[in-house]
């Protein structure tokens, strides 16, 4: 079975760097053939005498979005899973689990915006949508603070870095912040998750662009984790907005300007689940479970029906099991 690792790469430098991962390994290079109607290098090779092929895919804005390895040994798979992170196939499900996660890296090597959401799958609370700025220059800092994936480290960590972070950047970040008043409003007029996300991330980055663009030179990219169906965020884009190559990929939490964008996020929602507590005088949590349940339904006879609309996204189906 093929395998497929999220690889991304400007298109002239994709081969050598894809070369570049079995450096210490002793792998004969055969041929290159373009496939996929341009948008695609099969690579063949050999490795201890074993056939090797794989081929590397890429967008309309010349990047390489993965690699899929089509015939290897089980030695090359785990290089790949070490180096690019697990495989996936092509329902997402994991295939190779790689001893530890890649560290965070640029997934491109230019100036770009990274953009992630905190509370979409959290029943109370707002949504939170962040993004960031950064320069190849940047990542040594970010990485010396801490800057990973939110859904990786601790809500006391995230309490720490995220204000070393907000000063680190300064003019350079933006958050887009839906409280569950409006939320509920605007789930009700798109009534398409994904389509609130996409407006929402649309929306950080036009703001972004007014200021970075004045302030700190032109942006040409933008990168957001892959959600639904890609035109979403490409539609909700507005003039500047549409002038920025976008670059929307599974798992995009590994570059550095994604994870900034996650941690900024995230520290905004718990803030504001901390006000929800103490207004409310209970102990608001995170998530969907059943935790939530119990408090909801304490919501709901201490407060009344229409006060779950205000700390609740009300069409998550928790809301019929406490109503109910």
Not at 209 to 230: M, P, R, T, W
Request: hydrophobic share 40%.
């Amino acid at each position: 079975m093929s395998k497929t690792y999220q690889f991304v790469q400007p298109r002239e430098q994709a081969v050598p760097k894809f070369k570049d991962l079995f450096i210490n390994m002793e792998i004969e290079w055969l041929e290159e053939q373009i496939v996929n109607n341009g948008y695609g290098r099969k690579i063949k090779a050999k490795y201890q005498e074993s056939p090797f092929s794989a081929v590397i895919y890429f967008n309309k804005q010349n990047y390489s979005s993965k690699i899929v390895l089509e015939k290897g040994t089980e030695e090359l798979e785990q290089v790949l899973a070490q180096k690019l992170g697990e495989a996936v196939s092509k329902k997402g499900t994991k295939q190779v689990k790689a001893d530890k996660p890649p560290a965070q890296i640029m997934l491109i090597p230019e100036p770009h915006i990274g953009t992630d959401e905190s509370g979409k799958g959290d029943y109370f609370g707002p949504l939170v949508i962040a993004g960031v700025f950064v320069e190849p220059d940047d990542a040594a800092n970010l990485r010396e603070m801490g800057v990973a994936d939110s859904k990786t480290i601790s809500d006391l960590k995230i309490k720490k870095i995220a204000p070393k972070l907000r000063l680190f950047l300064k003019n350079r970040y933006n958050l887009v912040f839906i409280n569950p008043e409006k939320y509920n409003e605007l789930y009700s007029q798109i009534n398409n998750l994904n389509k609130l996300l996409a407006w929402g991330h649309a929306r950080v980055i036009e703001n972004l662009l007014q200021n970075i663009n004045s302030a700190n030179g032109y942006c040409e990219y933008a990168v957001a984790d892959k959600f639904g169906d890609e035109r979403f965020i490409e539609q909700a884009l507005m003039k500047k907005g549409r002038q920025i190559k976008l670059i929307q990929i599974p798992r995009a939490e590994q570059d550095l300007a994604v994870a900034a964008a996650s941690v900024l996020a995230r520290d905004l929602f718990l803030t504001k689940l901390e006000e929800l507590s103490q207004q409310y005088g209970l102990p608001i949590p995170k998530g969907c479970n059943e935790k939530v349940k119990n408090i909801g339904q304490q919501v709901l006879a201490k407060y009344g029906r229409e006060e779950i609309g205000k700390i609740a996204k009300l069409h998550f189906k928790t809301t019929q099991e406490i109503m109910g």
